[in-house]
């Protein structure tokens, strides 16, 4: 797999809820899960009307 340091930045995407990162054997792709937006954006995405900030705080662990 590739090593996520050497993947290109994705703009807005890199801190939106509706990001999932798609490894293959040599690249790492941008896939947007909002509804009604491009799948695989043109990156870097500097402008997005269905941008969602990520939560980046750690989840609480039960116990």
Not at 9 to 36: I, K, Y
């Amino acid at each position: 797999m590739t090593d996520p340091r050497r993947r290109a930045l994705a703009g807005l995407c890199d801190n939106c809820a509706h990001q999932r990162l798609v490894p293959t054997r040599t690249s790492v792709f941008t896939m947007c899960e909002a509804e009604g937006l491009p799948r695989y954006p043109a990156v870097p995405v500097m402008r997005c009307r269905g941008f969602a900030q990520k939560d980046w705080t750690e989840p609480k662990r039960e116990g």
